[in-house]
């Protein structure tokens, strides 16, 4: 049986003045779904709940229950968030129901899992088992069985090209023996074997693609079926390609000449004690032909920015955030955080060091507006009472309300880079600020994810009482 709910609106109006303007926000809030302690999915719009119901027996999506089986799993949202799909168990045999509808086999699998939807949402991808054989089903369609008799087979999930035409995975095969060997197989077709491979991606043309690949104690990148030269490690998830697909780049590791970046096949500067642990991929500008990155030399202590054939080299530096560096949208402006030691942290802007000195600055929360002409970044301070750090946004050089905390991952700017909005937490309680305004306390922001829907209206999702969720939509006005 299915059952409705009747959703609840309740009406809240924040007001707030600013020295500019009156901000005024409608916020209107929608209950959308009750998971309490049950893991929850939130789908890729930031409006849809779902979680399994009832001993896994069926899913739930915004509180309406669909048909029950024995058994349910794997649930995935569409990219587009009107589709979805999920593994369902009747007897001992597995299916898939996608958009309520059963795609069954006969006689049926013995399990299904990674299940994927195509970026267009039209096409469907998933891994199956059937008797002694591991398989990818496409658009219903069986690909090539891997024998489990005699080797242990793992399939990773399927990736689709940016286009939603083309399809590759890996296929790892480990004999009773303990011999291991892996292929890569796009568009049907296989590659290899390898000791070891992975980090497959498509160049946003989807016309190329690439991958990182071990023999024996060598490893190396595979860029359109060739093999690229051999190095002690390539750096996991460093693969990436130009905007226009044309260039590509990755970080590898050599034991005498540590860290360094490979661009279009060509080792670039090298630097002993260059750390790339924890941010490797190489950004590109969106003009593609502009790439940057953070490197440092640990016998010198000095550090470099490297912009295509341009080094910067700031030997008075203590240490240079890596995961803050960032281009603009327009590709023409580069960012990134830096100290000169003693807890005193900044950001240089094109090339010139801002003068404030922060505590700390938040890494991946340094963000550029989309027309390229504004910057925001987290930074803290000790408050010399508590001893605690209080966070703020820095905006255009402005410093906004201190916080117990500001989640760098959720500030986003308006379409049209006139307001920008984040998520703060304060004495236990958890809500949006726009342009410096307050909204609504909540327990939670799922996600801490803030979307624009236009440049006067945004929603997100917030947890409040005990495990509901609501979908809070607001409008902006305002008044000079």
């Not at 909204?439 to 997100?460: M, Q, S, V, W």
Request: proline share 3%; charged share 25%; aromatic share 16%.
């Amino acid at each position: 049986m299915i059952i409705f709910l009747l959703f609840s609106f309740l009406l809240f109006n924040v007001k707030e003045i600013s020295l500019a303007e009156t901000i005024q926000r409608d916020t209107a809030m929608k209950f959308v779904a009750s998971p309490g302690l049950q893991p929850f999915i939130v789908s890729p719009d930031y409006r849809k709940v779902a979680y399994v119901h009832g001993l896994e027996k069926s899913v739930v999506i915004n509180e309406e229950i669909q048909k029950q089986y024995d058994r349910v799993k794997n649930f995935v949202f569409s990219p587009d968030s009107k589709r979805f799909a999920y593994a369902a168990k009747e007897g001992n045999r597995w299916f898939i129901v996608v958009d309520s509808k059963e795609e069954r086999t006969d006689p049926g699998y013995e399990d299904i899992d990674e299940i994927v939807f195509s970026p267009d949402s039209k096409r469907l991808a998933y891994v199956a088992k059937q008797y002694d054989y591991s398989f990818v089903v496409v658009d219903g369609k069986e690909e090539k069985r891997y024998d489990q008799r005699y080797a242990e087979v793992k399939i990773s999930s399927p990736i689709f090209s940016p286009d939603s035409q083309r399809i590759a995975y890996i296929v790892k095969q480990r004999t009773f023996e303990d011999d291991t060997r892996s292929f890569v197989v796009i568009d049907g077709e296989e590659i290899g074997p390898y000791n070891e491979a992975g980090s497959f991606i498509f160049s946003p043309d989807s016309r190329r693609f690439a991958y990182q690949a071990r023999i024996s104690q060598k490893s190396f990148v595979v860029l359109d079926k060739i093999k690229r030269q051999e190095f002690d490690s390539v750096e996991q998830g460093s693969l990436v390609f130009s905007p226009d697909s044309k260039n590509f780049a990755y970080v590898v590791r050599d034991r005498e000449r540590s860290f360094f970046i490979v661009t279009d096949g060509e080792e670039q500067h090298i630097y002993g004690g260059y750390d790339y642990a924890k941010h490797n991929t190489v950004p590109f500008g969106s003009n593609s032909s502009k790439f940057a990155y953070v490197a440092c030399n640990a016998g010198t202590i000095s550090f470099f920015v490297v912009e295509n054939e341009k080094i910067s080299e700031y030997s008075g530096y203590r240490g240079i955030g890596f995961a803050s560096s960032t281009f603009s949208l327009n590709g023409q402006r580069f960012v990134f955080a830096g100290s000169r030691g003693g807890n005193a942290w900044f950001v240089v802007i094109d090339g010139q060091e801002d003068n404030k000195r922060y505590y700390a600055i938040k890494k991946f929360g340094i963000l550029f507006s989309p027309d390229s002409k504004r910057l925001t970044y987290v930074a803290c301070i000790i408050d010399q009472i508590t001893l605690f750090p209080r966070w703020f946004v820095v905006t255009d050089g402005e410093e906004g309300t201190r916080y117990d905390d500001i989640k760098a991952e959720s500030i986003v700017f308006s379409p049209d880079s006139k307001r920008f909005a984040y998520v703060v937490s304060l004495l236990g309680r958890v809500f949006v600020v726009l342009d410096e305004t307050e909204g609504k306390r909540f327990n939670g922001i799922i996600g801490n994810k803030i979307i624009f829907d236009e440049p006067d209206t945004f929603h997100y999702l917030a947890q409040d009482g005990i495990g509901s969720i609501y979908l809070v939509e607001e409008k902006i006005t305002t008044q000079q």
